[in-house]
């Protein structure tokens, strides 16, 4: 068998490159109802990714547990999969005022990558190996490979390279039964079935990916407790939107006057979390800095030790 037969028996084989006669002729229909067929289809991902939910609980829990110890979380994936992985990970400093070298998204061909195609650069595993080396991945650290196909050497590469070095290790995947999963300590393979184009995995299985990494991204954050409730009082205030917003949030949190939220900003330096504990704990700003230090960030433990 040629190579290019044998890539072609292997793509035949994936759910996610399966084509649909029953679509054959969908370029025929009314606007409407291509958009009413794609709507559908799109309809269908969270009972995927709601089947998954115990094995991506489990992956939660270990990630956190390594993050809590210093570590970092970082996902390593190709083309689509790789740029969703970066959209979550630069996502994390403004929503948890997470350090960037916190999360971390590496896309195969590096940052060029995300508007361009690198020829060659999701077949290389080794790619993959000197991305991580770079990073200076340790056993503290995470690392989710993410490829829709769970056959993208980049991904296992990753993956395997990470394993080796003692890290803990996911693989997100949109097939089942995939060597990404089978490589990762913690597999997660989302079936979406077939795509409305053949093998567009930008689409349902793109949807999949992106409901999984908000999960585990933020899931992981509330663990670690980056939140009070469901307030994110660790949000960073760079704008004048997100200082309107860190405003709002001491408000819900507290049901203070604004004069007396504004004197804990500033006393606190903008600090959402600090603040809340000032008015709740009734202490003043460097006394609910050392309280959230000593209880590790998390806000509701901080104020236990005010009562």
């Known amino acids: 068998m040629t190579a290019y037969a044998d890539l072609r028996a292997q793509l035949d084989a994936l759910t996610t490159e399966a084509f649909r006669p029953e679509l054959a002729e969908i370029d025929r229909l009314p606007t409407l109802d291509i958009a009413r067929t794609m709507n559908a289809e799109d309809a269908a991902v969270p009972a995927a990714v709601a089947a998954q939910l115990p094995q991506i609980a489990a992956a939660i829990d270990a990630i956190a ?3 809590a110890r ?5 996902y390593a994936g190709a083309g689509t999969a790789g740029r969703l992985g970066v959209l979550d990970a ?5 929503t948890f005022n997470t350090d960037p070298a916190e999360v971390v998204g590496l896309i195969a061909g590096g940052p060029s990558a995300m508007v361009t195609a690198v020829e060659g650069a999701e ?5 993959a190996e000197a991305d991580l080396a770079a990073l200076g991945i340790t056993e503290l650290d995470t690392v989710v490979g993410v490829s ?14 990470a394993r080796a070095r003692g890290a803990l290790t996911v693989g997100l995947s949109c097939n089942a039964g995939s060597a990404l999963a089978a490589a990762a300590e913690h597999g997660i393979e989302v079936v979406v079935g077939p795509e409305l184009l053949t093998g567009s995995t930008r689409l349902k299985a793109g949807t999949a990916q992106k409901l999984v990494l908000n999960m585990l991204s933020t899931i992981t954050m509330i663990r670690l407790g980056k939140t009070y ?3 994110m009082v660790d949000v960073r205030a760079s704008n004048e939107k997100l200082r309107a917003r860190s405003r709002r949030i001491v408000a819900l949190a507290t049901g203070a006057p604004d004069e007396e939220i504004e004197a804990a900003l500033t006393a606190t330096g903008g600090e959402v979390k600090d603040a809340i504990l000032v008015i709740l704990g009734e202490v003043d700003a460097p006394t609910a800095a050392g309280l959230l230090s000593s209880s590790q960030g998390h806000l509701r433990a901080a104020l236990a030790r005010t009562r």
Do not use: F, H, Q, W
């Open 65 to 67: 547990a390594r993050m």
């Open 70 to 74: 210093g570590g970092r979380l970082v």
């Open 90 to 94: 630069s996502e994390c400093p403004p």
């Open 123 to 127: 077949d290389s595993k080794e790619l």
């Open 148 to 161: 829709a196909s769970g056959r993208t050497p980049y991904a296992i590469g990753a993956v395997e390279s």
């Open 229 to 231: 409730g469901n307030l």
